[in-house]
């Protein structure tokens, strides 16, 4: 009942944490967290291209909604997606989370705030689970409660619901539920064979495999390890076998449960477009740990925020903090927790991520982007979740050092020595921000490198939440090495601070905003209402003036998404519209050469109607026919009558040799559309008589996953479906099936074999996900059978690593009751 009690009390502390560091939500709870009146600054663009807004508002709330509207529809996931690049997989798209069971709650509530209170829901769970891998390690209440706080509130995530990653922190709170699974199956714990699997699976299925891949790593390097180490009993070889087997089955397990989501992911991989395809760009560019970052240690503001950023990269992705108590609390813990092997295990985790997190410089993160699974990871610094979780636990561990000063020389010497420590960095801070000299350039300088380090040390000195919290945590050593019996005392006081200072910087981190920002109509949004063509059409517009958001809530669909996830063939075609702006190309500042005859092909063939731009345009689409103003700038809309309609009819098929290379592509600009269609074969060949003139059809989209498309015929023909071809899509004329091949490189084709009236349907079943759920059955089927299994519970010389503290990792007298 004591650890019941303590176990509740720790709940409780977290929630406060939390609830105080999301304050200004909690006051306006219906709030996007979002800076809607700042760009931020980002290296990986091209200075002035980010636009106000973050990834929640660029990439995940149009997402959200979308799919929040046809759950509504009768709890419907589409498993296609028909917005942008002229569609895409919906079930095989990597990051579309669809199969991860908590965001059906938010899809539930439709509101735009859902996502963000799912993420605090998620910081909670995380700051549980830490707090339970803290005692499961053998800390008390104090300590576990450290644990809990500094993953829940650590500053590098927080930073990463601040920038809109809300899946990165879901799957990445799943992290110390994980190792939390893997140390009670290491004893022989039923619950461990259920926990590691589910945590690694939800990891997994969260909307970004980045940090499940990551979480995946790190148990490997675990189990290999424990196989290692069993080599040195005996019997040595059979012991590291059965060792490593159960390692295997429970990743293995973890990985079949998210089988629903990589195995359509792996049928739909040849089709889709490389890492450096998509308009985002790719390659982890700047995003690493810099020789800057370590200033970060000391104050998570010593770089500035994200609007001012001075360091390379951008604030959001490698932050390197975790708040100053918490920091000392870490180094005491790693200096004086008396399970060394356990101390080493930890660190070695935190060491291993802080080392990738640095970039492919150090090597290990070019080791890591070679591993089968892992060529689409793009940021190394994510690895820092993983940091986070080691960091957690080792500040738990100080926590616990503290709270057991019995040695009273002992004690005053660590406190002289932090004394000291705190007195030698003050006066390097003092005399760095001494120095008269101004910001200089993001380069690799020694000169802008000590530029930036003299402007974080006077950001530092003046930072009074840091000056406070190393004063506080001084009086707490101090207290605890002039009274040591009060050492509980002064280890819940750390603690206290420790959380102060966390839930201050999220605090004064998260940013809000009213959706209405966001989401109400804009100048440019009632300019294109009112010149909007009739039926289904296109629009080619930049993100930052006419948005994913944007588009959703008018009913409009563009050409592009501000998504990586893109079918190969239609990028391929698209990519001839970037230049028309004089886009540069992704995450580079070159500006792409123009093919003006391309362009003009994949504005016809992609269906767009309207062209919006603040800027002249370098080929001639149409007049003018609406304008508008957006922060100042004018916005001209532009008609594009040369549009093709989303579905017609014409008559022949021109046979192109190597079509399934790509030659058709160079063939666009050399035919006639509404004569012929460029195919690999002709599906009419052999069918005598006249063919079917150019007819336009009616498009009508029922759902994602159903269209119907009615025209009526005189003759055969080759009906031409404006949206991109994939394997899974299926047809039927007038209830017969037929054929659904790809023309004009990109496209559907059906044919229609005779006159009459038509009605055509095209239905999509995602490739893989029948055997994908299979395997996700059967997964969860071999778990459930497992963990019903009677387990034995391992001795303490069964555990190579030594994680537990003597006792199976029970808690130390006197700290049941937290």
């Not at 590291?240 to 739909?268: E, K, N």
């Not at 200089?440 to 009074?464: F, N, Q, T, V």
């Not at 009605?759 to 071999?782: F, H, M, N």
């Amino acid at each position: 009942m004591g650890r019941i009690v303590g176990g509740a009390g720790v709940a409780a502390i977290l929630a406060a944490a939390l609830l105080l560091g999301f304050s200004g939500l909690v006051a306006a709870p219906g709030s996007l967290i979002v800076d809607g009146e700042r760009p931020w600054v980002d290296e990986g663009h091209p200075p002035g291209s980010r636009p106000i807004g973050n990834d929640l508002t660029a990439l995940f709330l149009p997402r959200h909604l979308w799919q929040s509207w046809w759950w509504h529809q009768g709890a419907r996931i589409p498993r296609w997606d028909p917005r942008g690049f002229a569609g895409r997989p919906n079930a095989g798209n990597p990051q579309a989370g669809i199969w991860y069971p908590p965001t059906w709650l938010s899809w539930t509530s439709g509101s735009p705030a859902a996502p963000g209170w799912l993420t605090v829901a998620h910081l909670f769970w995380a700051g549980l689970g830490a707090a339970a891998l803290g005692r499961a390690v053998g800390l008390g209440g104090a300590g576990a409660t450290a644990a809990g706080a500094v993953f829940m509130v650590n500053p590098y995530v927080i930073a990463q619901v601040c920038e809109g990653h809300l899946p990165h922190v879901w799957a990445a709170s799943w992290m110390p539920w994980a190792f939390l699974g893997a140390v009670r199956m290491r004893r022989g714990e039923r619950i461990g064979r259920v926990l590691l699997p589910t945590s690694l699976a939800m990891a997994l299925l969260a909307g970004h495999p980045q940090e499940g891949l990551y979480l995946a790593l790190a148990l490997g390097a675990w189990a290999a390890a424990d196989g290692l180490a069993a080599l040195r009993g005996r019997p040595g070889p059979m012991r590291s076998g059965q060792v490593v087997a159960r390692w295997g089955i429970a990743l293995g397990l973890g990985v079949g449960l998210a089988a629903v989501d990589w195995v359509p992911a792996l049928a739909a991989r040849p089709w889709v477009a490389g890492p450096l395809g998509g308009e985002g760009g790719g390659g982890s560019g700047p995003y690493h740990l810099h020789g800057s970052n370590a200033w970060q240690l000391l104050s998570p503001r010593a770089l500035g925020g994200p609007s001012d950023y001075l360091g390379r990269g951008n604030w959001w992705e490698s932050l390197c903090s975790i708040g100053w108590a918490p920091l000392v609390l870490l180094a005491v813990g790693v200096a004086g927790f008396p399970e060394r092997r356990a101390v080493l295990g930890w660190c070695a985790l935190l060491g291993g991520s802080l080392v990738h997190a640095a970039g492919e410089g150090l090597g290990l993160a070019a080791i890591v982007g070679g591993l089968p699974g892992f060529e689409g990871v793009r940021v190394p610094a994510r690895s820092l979740f993983l940091a986070a979780t080691a960091a957690a636990v080792l500040a738990g561990m100080g926590v616990e050092v503290v709270s057991r000063t019995i040695d009273r020389p002992r004690a005053v010497r660590r406190a002289r020595r932090y004394g000291a420590t705190v007195a030698l960095i003050a006066l390097a801070v003092a005399l760095a921000a001494a120095l008269p000299i101004e910001r200089g350039s993001h380069d690799d300088s020694i000169r802008s490198l000590a530029i930036r380090s003299a402007m974080a040390c006077r950001r530092i000195a003046g930072d009074g939440l840091t000056v406070s919290s190393a004063l506080a945590t001084g009086i707490a050593l101090v207290w605890a090495a002039i009274r040591p019996a009060e050492g509980r005392e002064a280890a819940w006081f750390l603690v206290g601070v420790a959380i102060v200072e966390l839930a201050a910087t999220a605090a004064m981190a998260v940013p809000l905003c009213p959706p209405e920002r966001f989401l109400s109509p804009d100048a440019v949004s009632r300019a294109i209402a009112r010149v909007r063509p009739p039926g289904a059409f296109r629009v080619r517009a930049l993100d930052r003036i006419y948005s994913d958001l944007d588009a959703w809530r008018d009913g409009v669909e563009k050409t592009n998404l501000n998504d990586l996830f893109q079918l190969r063939r239609p990028a391929e075609l698209y990519r001839a519209l970037y230049p028309i702006f004089d886009e540069p190309g992704p995450r580079s500042g070159t500006p792409r050469t123009l093919d003006p005859r391309l362009a003009r092909e994949a504005l016809d063939r992609l269906g767009v109607g309207l062209v919006v731009t603040d800027r002249p345009v370098r080929l001639p689409v149409g007049p003018v026919v609406a304008s508008a103003s957006r922060g100042g700038e004018p916005i001209s809309i532009r008609a594009h009558p040369g549009a093709l309609p989303r579905a017609y009819v014409v008559p022949d098929a021109e046979v192109v040799p190597g079509e399934e290379e790509g030659a058709a592509l160079d063939r666009l600009a050399d035919v006639d559309p509404i004569a012929v269609v460029l195919m690999g074969l002709d599906p009419l060949a052999g069918l005598e008589g006249p063919r079917q003139p150019f007819t336009p059809a009616r498009f009508e989209a029922v759902d994602p996953d159903l269209v119907v498309v009615r025209v009526a015929t005189e003759a055969p023909g080759l009906l031409v479906v404006l949206d991109a071809w994939m394997p899974g899509w299926s047809a039927s004329v007038d209830g017969e099936p037929a054929p659904v091949c790809r023309g004009d490189h990109a496209f559907r084709v059906v044919p229609i074999t005779r006159g009459g009236s038509h009605e055509v349907v095209l239905t999509y079943r995602a490739p893989g996900l029948g055997i994908g759920s299979a395997i996700t059955a059967a997964s969860l089927a071999v778990m459930l059978a497992g963990a019903a299994r009677r387990g034995t519970r391992k001795s303490r010389g069964d555990d190579p690593l030594g994680l537990p503290l003597s006792g199976g990792g029970r808690p130390p007298p006197g700290e049941e009751a937290g």
